[in-house]
């Protein structure tokens, strides 16, 4: 129990659907990240929030679109893809964006783009 | 973007065999932190390392942070197979935004032989 949950685990898609990741946790922190972590790459951050509000976007394409409802939610919106968005996507959290506290990480959706 | 280098990429030992990363900035550091992945697992924070010089121990595990903050090693003693996995350093840096973010390094995978 990692207490950063994601949803799905799996998710294959063709390049002109929409579908939604979603991550939950249950540790009470502030911050919420969502990575991307590709074959022989780096972790590559993509978004942070904080108390609900982003404050990074990492030059991330618009067909990722993410969403914050509350500090214990985060979703990723997807549309219209492409292959080389094939990745695990992490999500994380911490107690708050800036006091460099450890981040706890779901298990990750495995996401393969047809 | 920034990259944070880890060497080496790739390590293969025998096990009982000692293993150590490298993490290393162009500059200086105001903490670090270090995070495992094993395979087809998510990344889980180890340690942080704050002051100059520190050394920190978690059993068979040496964590150390150089003089300058510039640099940090993870060194394993005698290494088991539970040891196998991905060993990424993380850095505090500015990535053009607001505030600091978690960058993370590029990872050592190690395997290791029984």
């Known amino acids: 129990e990692t207490g950063v949950t994601q949803t799905p685990r799996h998710l294959v898609m063709g390049m002109t659907n929409k579908k939604s990741l979603k991550c939950e946790q249950h540790?009470?922190?502030?911050?919420m990240y969502w990575y991307k972590q590709s074959a022989k790459k780096p972790l590559e951050l993509m978004f942070v929030?904080?108390?609900?509000?982003?404050?990074e976007n990492n030059s991330v394409p618009s067909r990722f679109s993410p969403e914050c409802p509350n500090s214990s939610h985060l979703f990723l919106h997807l549309h219209t893809l492409q292959p080389e968005d094939s990745a695990l996507y992490l999500c994380?959290?911490?107690?708050?964006?800036?006091?460099?506290?450890?981040?706890?990480f779901g298990d990750g959706t495995r996401l393969s783009i047809l | 973007g920034q990259q944070v280098m880890q060497i080496p990429q790739y390590q293969h030992v025998q096990e009982g065999e000692d293993f150590t990363t490298y993490c290393n900035s162009s500059?200086?550091?105001?903490?670090i932190q270090w995070y495992k992945q094993r395979p087809g697992g998510h990344p889980v924070f180890l340690i942080q390392?704050?002051?100059?010089?520190e050394v920190k121990k978690q059993k068979r595990l040496t964590f150390q942070f150089g003089e300058a903050k510039k640099n940090s090693s993870l060194h394993i003693t005698a290494t088991q197979t539970t040891d196998v996995g991905t060993y990424f350093c993380?850095?505090?840096?500015?990535?053009?935004?607001?505030?600091?973010?978690?960058?993370f390094g590029t990872g050592t995978l190690l395997a290791v032989q029984p």
């Open positions: 994380a959290s911490s107690q708050d964006e800036d006091t460099h506290q450890p981040q706890h």
């Open positions: 540790l009470g922190h502030n911050a």
């Open positions: 929030y904080s108390l609900e509000e982003r404050v």
């Open positions: 500059t200086t550091l105001s903490n």
């Open positions: 390392l704050v002051k100059s010089g």
């Open positions: 993380a850095l505090f840096m500015n990535y053009g935004g607001a505030t600091n973010k978690l960058i």
